[in-house]
């Protein structure tokens, strides 16, 4: 297979990544708009219950995938399943307050998390190269929004969390696909996902303020709201995470990881364009703290060692 084959489809992942953070805000704001002030995460349970419940029926099409009750591909699929639920319902739950590329640059110290969590698996010293990591993306987290608060913002706070429960997912997918078949453990965790978002949307009904049938039938035919469900479902689960599987595999790991650095970018030319977003010199200035901190964090290492 054509390393350029491969270079070009995990390109097209972090383009729809980089869509994604857009996506999910227009979903929220069509479910704000729909369902009034303060509902809108009714709107999120119900948003990745349908995004989940699709793309697990999608990818139940494909033979490999269907060995969804295996005992490993369930323990594997429960475990990555139950980091997935958290990590996307804080994203979402963030989103509500931060625009799309605050939230993608905020997402990507999923890469610093990593790092540090295996040094301290791995009872290492915190190396230099980490220390100076962590230290611009934290500077660059504090900035992106403007002059530094002494308090990180709710949406904030929640998306930081969403990054690190990312970065475990990074960890336990890596341990879990190397035991059992990597497309029926996807298809298990999206099953997981779907239930956890079927009983967080039974609580909802059952002890605050319910949807009705009307504000279901309404949502459904928001076109804000179905067209970013019709696009995370196809592009942003089923596609994206296929590509993954097939092509990562074929790119050295330098360049892939040079490649998902990009997709905060792509989300914040998504997010200028759609209008949730202006380009600011503290986005810039932010934005590019962070993005280099993960990047040194990733790439430097092996650079230095080449040297």
Request: hydrophobic fraction near 55%; glycine fraction near 12%; charged fraction near 10%.
């Amino acid at each position: 297979m054509s390393p350029w084959l491969a270079l070009l489809a995990l390109g097209a992942v972090t383009l729809i990544w980089g869509g994604s953070f857009t996506w999910m805000k227009q979903s929220l704001d069509s479910a704000k708009s729909v369902l009034g002030e303060g509902r809108e995460l009714h709107g999120t349970a119900l948003f990745l219950l349908l995004r989940f419940g699709a793309a697990s029926l999608l990818m139940l099409a494909i033979p490999r995938a269907r060995a969804v009750l295996d005992p490993g591909v369930a323990r594997g699929g429960l475990i990555l399943g139950g980091l997935l639920f958290g990590g996307f319902v804080l994203q979402m739950a963030g989103l509500s307050e931060v625009s799309p590329a605050v939230s993608a640059f905020l997402t990507s110290l999923y890469v610093l998390f990593t790092a540090l969590i295996v040094t301290f698996q791995q009872k290492k010293r915190l190396s230099w190269v980490l220390i100076v990591g962590a230290i611009c993306s934290t500077a660059g987290a504090a900035f992106i929004r403007g002059a530094p608060q002494m308090l990180l913002s709710f949406g904030e706070l929640m998306t930081i969390a969403c990054a690190l429960l990312f970065g475990i997912h990074i960890l336990a997918t890596d341990h879990v696909s190397r035991r059992v078949d990597a497309l029926a453990v996807s298809t298990s965790s999206f099953l997981v996902v779907t239930i956890g978002c079927a009983g967080w949307l039974l609580w909802f009904q059952l002890f605050r303020t319910p949807l009705s049938g009307a504000e279901f039938t309404a949502l459904l035919q928001h076109r804000d709201f179905l067209l970013p469900l019709l696009l995370m479902t196809v592009f942003g689960t089923a596609v994206a995470l296929t590509f993954m599987n097939l092509f990562q595999k074929q790119v050295d790991p330098v360049r892939a990881a040079i490649l998902y650095s990009t997709e905060p970018v792509w989300a914040a030319a998504f997010g200028v364009w759609m209008g949730y977003d202006q380009l600011s010199g503290w986005l810039f200035f932010g934005g590019g703290l962070l993005l280099g901190g993960n990047l040194f964090v990733e790439l430097g290492p092996r650079w230095l060692g080449r040297r």
